[in-house]
């Protein structure tokens, strides 16, 4: 079993629609969880780091589910400038080592 | 400058040459890393410096050597790589509390290297 795992997609949907996406990890030890952005050939940006009690940044929202070892992104109102790879991030150990998931890739079509 | 900078943006080196990538952080952070991107494949940590001293070595071939002169510059020196090698090396930064990383890793454009 990968340590942090996602679904690569891609997810196609039209502009407007929501969307979400499920990262599941190995160790229910874990403390950190972050949601990042890639843009092709771009580096890696923070979206948003994940709570235990869910929150929400505008149209994003990041769930914890501890007891099944997942943690969620929800984006509504998709737009265009949304297409990008979102990469799960784990910190699975006591340290400061970050686990990246493969990505899972996102097109929102016109 | 700001933010995480990374030179050269674009490498191209043989077999045998020997070349360095480096890294500068402008952020005031203590801990620095080298992460390796291939394609369809999920990035790969290298190296971790914190406090300028190696905390991690993630089996990374002798072929890559890091060097943290201080806490704001991180070196990669290649020499004798491989094809394989060919990736877009990522330099990231992070504010450490404790020994762990809390707070997001700010990542710099990286360097795209091809090994021929």
């Known amino acids: 079993r990968k340590e942090v795992e996602q679904d690569p997609g891609p997810f196609n949907v039209p502009e407007g629609a929501t969307v979400a996406f499920n990262c599941t990890y190995s160790n229910s030890a874990s403390q950190s969880f972050f949601w990042y952005r890639q843009d092709c050939r771009k580096e890696p940006k923070l979206l948003m780091s994940?709570?235990?009690s869910g929150n929400e940044d505008g149209r994003f929202t990041a769930q914890l589910n501890r007891a099944s070892q997942y943690i969620s992104l929800l984006i509504r109102d998709s737009k265009l400038s949304d297409s990008a790879t979102y990469l799960c991030v784990v910190n699975l150990n006591a340290g400061n080592m970050l686990t990246f998931g493969g990505g899972t890739r996102l097109m929102v079509k016109p | 400058e700001t933010g995480v900078t990374q030179t050269p943006r674009h490498l191209v080196m043989g077999m045998t040459n020997k070349k360095s990538l480096k890294c500068e952080q402008h952020?005031?952070?203590?801990?620095m890393y080298w992460y390796k991107q291939s394609a369809k494949k999920p990035l790969e940590l290298m190296f971790v410096?914190?406090?300028?001293?190696?905390?991690e070595n993630n089996s990374v071939p002798s072929r890559f050597s890091p060097e943290c002169p201080n806490s704001s510059h991180l070196f990669l020196h290649l020499h004798t790589l491989q094809p394989e090698d060919s990736a877009l090396y990522l330099c990231?930064?992070?504010?450490?509390?404790?020994?762990?990383?809390?707070?997001?890793?700010?990542f710099g454009p990286g360097t795209r290297l091809t090994v021929l």
């Open positions: 990231a930064s992070s504010q450490e509390i404790g020994g762990r990383t809390y707070n997001e890793q700010f």
């Open positions: 994940v709570y235990s």
């Open positions: 410096y914190s406090l300028e001293e190696r905390v």
């Open positions: 952020l005031g952070h203590n801990a």
